[in-house]
Nanobody, 130 residues
Framework: RVQLEESGGDSVEFGGSLRLSCRVS????????MGWFRQKPGKEREGVAA???????SYADSVKGRFTISQDIATNTMYLEMSSLEPEDTATYYC????????????????????????WGQGTRVTVSS
């Protein structure tokens, strides 16, 4: 059974940093990407960053230069280091697995990520105050 469990969400001030973790069980990293996504209140889920087993990464423009995705294959854990946080980053953050290859990811609006990535965690809440 595949399980993804996020942790690390918290409330921080503008300009602060957080590290989110996603522990994955029952799933082995592959050439298909794993990723981080977020959903703001009243909004659709949006893409944040993705990584594959080879370490290739991809980021949405809104987080480039501020967020870093990484993974520890030995422990099957994926991370999202977030810095220079802004109130606009306030959202529930989800990790997902069993998606598409990195080269096929397009960080565009109005994409139904839930139909592209098949495995999802329950989410962890990040709140950034101004």
């Amino acid at each position: 059974r595949v399980q993804l469990e996020e942790s690390g969400g918290d409330s921080v001030e503008f300009g602060g940093s957080l590290r989110l973790s996603c522990r994955v069980s029952g799933y082995r990293p592959s050439r298909y990407a794993m990723g981080w996504f977020r959903q703001k209140p009243g909004k659709e889920r949006e893409g944040v960053a993705a990584i594959d087993v080879f370490g290739a990464t991809s980021y949405a423009d809104s987080v480039k230069g501020r967020f870093t995705i990484s993974q520890d294959i030995a422990t099957n854990t994926m991370y999202l280091e977030m810095s220079s946080l802004e109130p606009e980053d306030t959202a529930t953050y989800y990790c997902a697995a069993d998606g598409v290859q990195i080269k096929d990811i397009q960080w565009k609006p109005n994409i139904r990520w839930e139909s592209i990535f098949l495995r999802w965690g329950q989410g962890t809440r990040v709140t950034v105050s101004s």
